[in-house]
T-cell receptor
Framework: SQTIHQWPATLVQPVGSPLSLECTVEGTSNPNLYWYRQAAGRGLQLLFYSVGIGQISSEVPQNLSASRPQDRQFILSSKKLLLSDSGFYLCAWRPQGYEQYFGPGTRLTVT | QKEVEQNSGPLSVPEGAIASLNCTYS??????FFWYRQYSGKSPELIMS????GDKEDGRFTAQLNKASQYVSLLIRDSQPSDSATYLC?????????????FGIGTKLQVIP
């Protein structure tokens, strides 16, 4: 069966520090992968999605970037965090159909 | 008009009652709809998918789709306190095989014991 992992689970970082969040999927190959952010009391915002290695589509301009160095690995990064980057970061994957399945998430607090 | 609209709630129902969660959408060509449940502090979990007009039942959950009215709903029968969560309506969008999904803001459901 397929499993999606995210780490770390929680993170507290100061403003201006770098960020690296990792997502990996097991039990499948060439999945579509997605990064979402959910700010407190707000809906899910799609940040990036990837249909294959090295292929990244950005939904919104911001100080975040994404990379897909391996088939089942998706990384979200920032060189300098802002207070507004705080939120719940969710990785999702899409198998054959249109449904997406989420990982456990990373709760980021920027102080 | 937003692509997917939901009342944020909270919707409060007594234990054992039927909870009715509603969602409207703007894209007339949408063919698939999803309901996700998100417990506080957790990630969303897919609970129902519906692809055609009418009702789809899964245990205590029934999804209803009315394409003419651009309306999809989720009914939860015999509501339990464990059903207390935020319910997100979602639909696939975009060219190239609907690579993306648009989510509603979610309706918070509170089941009162």
């Amino acid at each position: 069966s397929q499993t999606i992992h995210q780490w770390p689970a929680t993170l507290v970082q100061p403003v201006g520090s770098p960020l690296s969040l990792e997502c990996t999927v097991e039990g499948t190959s060439n999945p579509n992968l997605y990064w979402y952010r959910q700010a407190a009391g707000r809906g899910l915002q799609l940040l990036f999605y990837s249909v294959g290695i090295g292929q990244i589509s950005s939904e919104v301009p911001q100080n975040l970037s994404a990379s897909r160095p391996q088939d089942r690995q998706f990384i979200l990064s920032s060189k300098k965090l802002l207070l507004s980057d705080s939120g719940f970061y969710l990785c999702a994957w899409r198998p054959q159909g249109y449904e997406q399945y989420f990982g456990p998430g990373t709760r980021l607090t920027v102080t | 008009q937003k692509e997917v609209e939901q009342n944020s709630g909270p919707l409060s129902v007594p234990e054992g009652a039927i909870a009715s969660l509603n969602c409207t959408y703007s894209d007339r060509v949408s063919q698939s709809f999803f309901w996700y449940r998100q417990y506080s502090g957790k990630s969303p979990e897919l609970i129902m998918s519906i692809y055609s007009n009418g009702d789809k039942e899964d245990g205590r959950f029934t999804a209803q789709l009315n394409k003419a009215s651009q309306y999809v709903s989720l009914l939860i029968r015999d509501s339990q306190p464990s059903d207390s969560a935020t319910y997100l309506c979602a639909l696939p969008r975009g060219p190239g095989g609907y690579q993306k999904v648009t989510f509603g803001i979610g309706t918070k459901l509170q089941v009162i014991p």
